[in-house]
DNA sequence: CTTTCAAACCACTTTATGCCACTTTTATCC
DNA sequence: GGATAAAAGTGGCATAAAGTGGTTTGAAAG
């Protein structure tokens, strides 16, 4: 279970580290493509053949699953971590998710999702000044 | 069952102890997120299932649930009690709280609570001083 | 054959973690 | 009630791990 925030650095060969608590799960091979609200999302082995397996179940005919497909699927990438734990992010989806050069890194359960921090901190920022919606999900979890 | 309050202080870094009554109930391995009312709450191991559990059941196509099980999985970070019965706060939980040195714990049953001592002090007063304004509104939150 | 890019390797800096020691509080026993 | 012992709380240090930058090597493309 990918949990947490933890905040890094890309380099200048657009190398980034993995969190260290995401390492374990993650293993030697993970699969990185955009996700919603402009961040990335990156998968394990496991997880992407899951996302694979409910794709190939959405319709070619209905335009929105289609694009959805396209979506995940064009920008999808399998990444190697190296030795010291780190992946390389292809340009393309660098400035898909307009990371310059601190990114966030947030647990997601399954994936984790990589955020420009600017974007991040806009995003959370966001969510937290919206104390009603948060609230109503609250009132079932507590 | 955690019940009580009790003050304590984070040292320079981040680390804060467990009220001693809370240790055996609490045991090696707890996970912290954001609250509500800028607070933040700790959970066993055994009751943070029963949150993931009820977090599953969230769409990912419904913006504002996303949001929601982004806010809660992001928040939350799986923390080692040390030798001395301590636990490493991270730093983005701790301007979530705005705690800088002094905690109050609670106790609220299934899970404890941890805020800034200001940030407790004024919730309680408040409280104290309009319960009944303060319980509708509690209501409506939790 | 040259150039470019990525992967592996290496090295340095910073941060986290475990351990120990001191102080204060709480409990116990006479 | 006071003395003593035990536990809790806090701080500091030493070691290990994480994070990051650079350099070299190797492969592929032009």
Redesign the interface.
């Known amino acids: 279970?990918?949990?947490?925030?933890y905040?890094h650095s890309i380099d200048t060969k657009n190398r980034v580290s993995l969190p260290a608590?995401f390492r374990k799960e993650m293993g030697k091979k993970v699969y990185i493509t955009r996700g919603?609200?402009n961040c990335l999302s990156i998968y394990t082995e496991k997880s992407w053949k899951v996302i694979l397996g409910k794709l190939e179940n959405l319709s070619i005919s209905k335009a929105s699953e289609r694009g959805f497909n396209r979506f995940m699927l064009s920008g999808a990438t399998e990444v190697d971590v190296d030795g010291s734990g780190r992946i390389l992010v292809p340009e393309y989806l660098k400035d898909f998710a307009n990371v310059e050069k601190k990114v966030v890194w947030?647990?997601?359960?399954d994936r984790a999702?990589m955020w420009a921090e600017e974007v991040w901190d806009t995003?959370?920022t966001a969510?937290?000044e919206d104390?009603e919606?948060?609230?109503?999900?609250?009132?079932?979890?507590?």
Do not use: F
């Open positions: 279970m990918l949990i947490g925030e905040r608590k919603l609200d947030t647990g997601a359960g999702e995003y959370l969510k937290q104390p919606a948060m609230a109503e999900n609250l009132e079932g979890l507590i």
